[in-house]
């Protein structure tokens, strides 16, 4: 028997004891205990991290869907699998039953069908938090297409840029979305991209804000109609274990986004698994995460994780500020929520705005609290722990990545006990190490390193799509036998982990990940500018935000800084999406470049961070003399 659900410290040292010393043994009873398979594995794992390749549960058939959704059918058939909240509180909230959901799932796979798509193509997904973004990936998964999700704040150059990337033969939209009192012309969006595709055949759109929109003829088609003229039963495709589920993109240090992908069933059951004990779900639980399905938190911990364990799942189609900033809360109150997963950034925000609108919610229900995607400071972890949970309500502190498709390090609430800042330990099956410099691991505790995985986990991505050699090179070359995270972490005396944050140039603004490459790219295509760089700078709400170094073309004409600033701005919000649009710009003369012409990010960080006390050494630079040009010019004119 597996100790699928741990209930207390000793538990948890037992069953992490277990899963590093016979691993393959551990997930073996994971996986039969508590799935539905069509067939069972030969191998439970097979892995070799120099090529790198990595494989569970090989040979192995199922359906993710019939997981998630038809085995709950005669058990908990009415009970609600998704619970939608509209942007609007005045229009009343939603719940769909599992036997809803099959059926919905079911029609839009039919529909898929109808229009061409088959197992493995893929299909990209661009829609609001509205239910038909969880039951669309839902249906991909029926019919074995690939799902690609891109979170729809990105810009049609970004959308573009993912559709071309895995050549999408779909696209499916809305008319429009509700973002707060704003509404967003989703589709327009997509018609913009789709300028710069010919992979794509149709457009699938979903009316949401009942907007007139154009048509194109024979590309563009509403699913409504095609709904109601197919059958609610789809057959469930047989996969293999190691068969492609979904390519989501994220940024990397250079280059375009990495579409990393991810396999059918070692996700599914790690995501389960960590779902049922990071949240200690029992069975009449409310549980909510905040996060958008746009990004890796929302698959994995709103629609696979939770529907595996037949869990109710809640959706917010809007944003913590409207209509007022006690909108969390007053979801909370509503829908009795229990477990309640949101950022750091969000609970920072909010606790800016004041107690007034916590105060007069009823928050009794909360059991759990969750954090995700950038390391949560001391201050927004005690305000959460003491205004949210009420001191009663462990707060899970959950280190991961879009990589690793599950949380990886985390306390288990009731077991660990939790320390502020601090993610704890490693879930079962998770063997972190740090590394230094020289690539030797460093033992001990109150050490500091390179975070690394030096064994397999089932949900870890498999490649990034189309370029595999990129795989092997971001997180296969850094440690020889080693995934190395891009973070750094510190091990305190209890071998406590705590994130301190990215050692790569990729900059976390608001719990987004956002890479260098595209926003400058986006700032270079100004007219005026002549080259750019940015860096993140500390930021006590978004906890980094970004900070452009621009110099600009040497015209003799001289430009107001003020409008080149708002300029440059509108044109990242154009490329790229609003979330990447700099706080300070400023213009310079030069940027500091090692004599291979690579910009020394490091000095820009500190000067933005008007931290001059230890620029570290410059001697290396092609350009030394510029660093203090840049010094002075950032104390005279930086908005
Ligand atoms: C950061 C989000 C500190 C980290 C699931 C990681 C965190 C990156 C935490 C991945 C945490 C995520 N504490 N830092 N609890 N969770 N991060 O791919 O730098 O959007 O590498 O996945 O977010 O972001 P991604």
């Known amino acids: ?76 058939g009415d009970k609600t699998a998704i619970l939608f909240e509209p942007n609007n509180p005045e229009e009343p909230a939603q719940k769909i039953t599992y036997k809803e959901l099959h059926k919905q799932v079911n029609k839009f796979a039919n529909v898929l069908k109808s229009k061409g798509i088959e197992k493995g193509d893929r299909v990209c997904i661009y829609l609001p938090m509205i239910p ?14 690939i799902h690609s999700v891109v979170f729809a704040g990105f810009s049609s150059n970004a959308l573009a840029t993912r559709i071309n990337d895995s050549e999408c033969k779909m696209v499916i939209t809305s008319d429009g979305s509700y973002r707060g009192a704003k509404t967003i012309d989703l589709k327009g969006i997509v018609d913009e ?12 759109v979903v009316k949401r804000i009942n907007s007139a929109i154009a048509m194109k003829e024979g590309r563009d088609v509403w699913l409504t109609p095609l709904l109601d003229e197919v059958s609610s039963e789809c057959e469930a495709e047989i996969m293999d274990a190691e068969d492609p589920l979904f390519i989501l993109y994220t940024s990397g240090s250079t ?6 992908l991810h396999t059918t069933a070692g996700y599914m059951v790690y995501t389960a698994y960590t779902f049922k004990n990071v949240f200690q779900y029992t069975e009449d639980d409310i549980y909510w995460c905040t996060a958008d399905i746009g990004w890796i938190t929302g698959h994995s911990y709103i629609v696979y994780g939770p529907l595996a364990n037949g869990a109710t799942t809640v959706m917010f189609e809007g944003v913590p500020s409207y209509p007022d900033f006690g909108r969390f809360w007053e979801i909370v109150e509503k829908h009795k929520i229990n477990q309640f997963y949101t950022a750091p950034t969000a609970i920072r925000a909010l606790a800016k705005e004041g107690l007034g609108y916590v105060e007069s919610h009823d928050l009794s229900s909360l059991k759990i609290l969750g954090t995700v995607g950038e390391p949560i400071n001391e201050e927004a972890w005690h305000w959460y722990d003491d205004n949210i949970g009420k001191r009663k309500s462990p707060i899970v502190d959950t280190w991961w ?18 320390k502020p800042t601090y993610a704890t330990l490693p879930f079962p099956g998770i063997q972190p190490v740090l590394m230094d410099a020289e690539g030797n691991e460093i033992k001990g505790n109150q050490v500091e390193g390179r975070l690394s995985i030096k064994f397999p986990w089932p949900s870890m991505a498999r490649t990034i799509w189309g370029n595999h050699q990129r795989y092997k090179d971001t997180y296969f070359s850094a440690f020889e036998n080693k995934y190395f995270t891009g973070d750094g972490a510190f091990r305190d005396e209890v071998g406590y982990y705590r994130i301190t944050g990215r050692v790569d140039d990729v900059i976390i603004v608001s719990g987004h990940n956002l890479g260098t490459a595209p926003i400058e790219d986006a ?47 509108q044109i990242i919000t154009e490329q790229v999406g609003p979330i990447a649009k700099l706080d300070k710009i400023q213009f310079t003369k030069g940027l500091p470049k090692t004599r291979s012409g690579k910009i020394m990010r490091r000095i820009l960080r500190k000067i933005a961070a008007n931290d ?28």
Request: hydrophobic share 40%.
């Open 1 to 76: 028997m597996s100790n699928y659900h741990i209930k207390h410290l000793e538990e948890y040292f037992q069953v992490y004891r277990k899963s590093v010393e016979n691993p393959e043994m551990f997930w073996e009873e994971i996986a039969e205990e508590h799935f539905l398979w069509r067939k069972k594995w030969n191998n439970v794992l097979s892995w070799d991290f120099t090529k790198p390749e990595v494989k569970w549960f090989e040979g192995a058939k199922l359906n993710i869907t019939e997981n998630c959704i038809d085995r709950h059918l005669v058990t908990k």
């Open 523 to 569: 700032i270079n295509e100004h007219p005026a500018v002549a080259e750019s760089a940015i860096v993140g700078f500390p930021h006590n709400i978004k906890g980094n935000a970004l900070y452009g170094y621009v110099i600009l073309k040497d015209t003799g004409e001289s430009r107001n800084h003020d409008n080149l600033r708002k300029e440059i701005n």
């Open 401 to 418: 990545q879009t990589e690793t498709g599950g949380i990886m390090i985390t306390p288990i609430p009731f077991s660990t006990p939790t």
């Open 132 to 145: 038909e973004l969880a039951i669309s990936v839902l249906a991909c998964a029926r019919i074995g297409a």
């Open 612 to 639: 001059l006390s230890n620029l570290g050494d410059t001697s290396t630079l092609l350009n030394p003399e510029v660093v203090q040009g840049i010094i002075d010019e950032a104390l005279l004119e930086v908005k």
């Open 193 to 204: 991209a789709l300028e710069s595709c010919t992979c794509v055949d149709n457009v699938l």
């Open 255 to 260: 280059g375009k986004p990495k579409g990393m």
